[in-house]
């Protein structure tokens, strides 16, 4: 098979023995089954750092943006009003979400390279008293830049308002207390962090708002209680589950416990993010986000001006040789973005960068 490791923001590089959890056809209604989508539920509170009498935990089938938008079109009902900050490509999706559910809401629109200013959502908060939702992305995989929802969750918490984040691309690969920093709904996705594949999303939420939300959900397939009721009943999901993805998932949960848990793997990121932007600088790149701002998860790098080649030449030079990269998507400068989450290590981070150099040194010769 000619395979390639993904330097992606997920679905990225998984383990062959994630993979391989996939080839049991598993029947749904069986009671094995629905324990494991207990135990999923129940080492995602721990990983959380929530409590099981405050914290509850709804898997929701599709991709991440199936998961924000179950929240979103569910908690935020007729006579509420949401504030969007958005400084990224996620956080305008929250607008798009907003939109379509024709949802009461105003937005907050930070620069792609900027983090949200805790202080003018206060501020924002103080003169609107109609708002009882904010939501935010934290790491914004757009750019790679690394939100301050500490800060941002003070100042909502403060101001007695219902706090939602959007932690796609970071939850499992960062430790984020949930329940220490008040955060009322957290959404993430199988395919990022925790290193499983796509085939749902899940939403970490406090119990008290989940139960408040009965009634009020936009869409059938989305509603957050009526699939928060069905599953908190024995595990059973409300409609057809992506088995294979649940059983990999589970896996994943134990490799990440294997590997030291969110603290060890974070710091692999981290060294991993690290060591590509210091090797990347060597080689010319500049990065799109400021160091004090940027996160361990992807980078952003500047596609150099005056290029003698194109994104799409070193892509597949690199593809061919055992990696993909990706496009940049911020749409203020053209650039490039490359991942180190998934099952990346050193090695792969090394032998990236030494094939970018034989590229340029290649260019160089003609
Ligand atoms: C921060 C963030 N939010 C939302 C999404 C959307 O997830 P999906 O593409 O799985 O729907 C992504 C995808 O990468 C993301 O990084």
Known sequence: MNTYKLLTPGPLTTTNTVKEEMLFDHCTWDDDY??????????????????????????????GTFGVETVLSSVVGDTDKLLIVANGAYGE???????HNRLNYVVYHEKYDRIPD????????????????V???????????????????????????VFIVDAMSSFG???????????????SSANKCIQGVPGFSFIIARRS????????????????????????KDGKWRFTSPTHVVLAFDQALEELKQEGGI???????????????????GLGFETYIDEQYQGPIITTFYFPENADYTFEEIYAYIKARGYAIYPGKVTQAPTFRIGNIGEIYEEDIQKLCAIIEEFLEEKKNG
Request: proline share 1%; hydrophobic share 45%.
């Open 209 to 232: 708002l989940v139960i408040a939300s009965a009634g009020k959900a936009r869409s059938l397939s989305l509603d957050l209680y009526d699939q928060w009721e069905t599953m908190e």
């Open 173 to 187: 690969g960062m430790d984020i207390p949930v329940q220490a920093l008040g955060i009322d709904f957290i959404v």
């Open 118 to 133: 805790a202080e003018k959502i206060e501020a924002m908060l103080r003169e609107d008293p109609a708002i009882t939702h």
């Open 93 to 99: 999706r929250m607008v798009e979400i907003a939109a």
């Open 135 to 161: 939501s935010m992305v934290h790491s914004e995989t757009t750019s790679g830049i690394l939100n301050d929802i500490e800060s941002v969750a003070k100042v909502v918490k403060d101001n007695g308002r």
């Open 34 to 63: 629905k324990q494991i989508t207990q135990h999923i539920r129940r080492a995602l509170l721990d990983l959380a750092g929530a409590d099981e009498k405050e914290y509850t935990v709804v898997l929701m089938q599709g991709s």
């Open 263 to 281: 603290a060890a793997r974070s710091r692999r990121y981290n060294d991993n993010n690290h060591l590509l932007i210091q090797r990347m600088k």
